[in-house]
């Protein structure tokens, strides 16, 4: 039986989520920088406008007002992602606000940036990732190359040769069925445990 190895570092450009609410390009109403968004419109809008300033300094050749942004309820293992549709070159920043109410807005406004990051390698680059690229911005943009966990995952998936440790949050196959799967940092049998 051929076994599928299983990593934590794969960056999912997940399809269109139910519960996201999208932001126009054409939204006029800005939130007051001293407030905090109360809902997942007004997240958006601080968000495009913390982007926007940011940009202004650093990026100035990335039309951040062309971003989309998105809030979600369903995110649980990032609290932020930056899409990019090759065909039409659209990038859309989704937000989880279930991050953005664990962490507050001054804690959120550095996933902002992160995913901002990821925006302007996209227009750059047609791709992004966490290496050399994004590793230059995270000083300046006083953000971080990895954030820290928002949700407690339901499961972990550990390596019995290795012992390293993957999270996982809902009842994938590998949590199903981890017989059929492998480390994918030395190849060794894996189990799960629950959180």
């Not at 990335?62 to 899409?83: C, D, F, H, K, N």
């Not at 943009?141 to 040769?161: G, S």
């Amino acid at each position: 039986m051929t076994r599928t190895t299983v990593t934590d570092d794969v960056r999912t450009t997940a399809a269109a989520d139910e519960s996201a609410t999208a932001v126009s390009d054409e939204t006029n109403g800005q939130s007051d920088d001293h407030e905090y968004p109360q809902t997942k419109q007004a997240l958006c809008e601080r968000a495009g406008a913390h982007a926007a300033d940011v940009a202004a300094e650093h990026f100035p050749e990335l039309p951040v007002e062309s971003i989309r942004w998105e809030t979600s309820t369903r995110m649980q293992r990032s609290a932020g992602v930056a899409i990019y549709d090759r065909q039409s070159e659209v990038i859309t920043i989704r937000l989880s606000w279930d991050a953005y109410e664990a962490y507050g807005w001054e804690q959120f406004a550095r996933i902002v940036r992160h995913e901002l990051i990821h925006a302007w390698q996209y227009h750059e680059h047609g791709e992004a990732d966490h290496g050399s690229t994004f590793r230059r911005w995270v000083e300046p943009l006083e953000t971080d190359r990895h954030c820290e966990r928002y949700a407690e995952p339901k499961y972990w998936v550990v390596c019995e040769e290795c012992e390293s440790r993957a999270p996982r949050y809902q009842r994938s196959n590998v949590v199903k069925q981890p017989e059929r799967y492998s480390c994918g940092r030395c190849n060794g049998d894996i189990s799960i445990e629950t959180s």
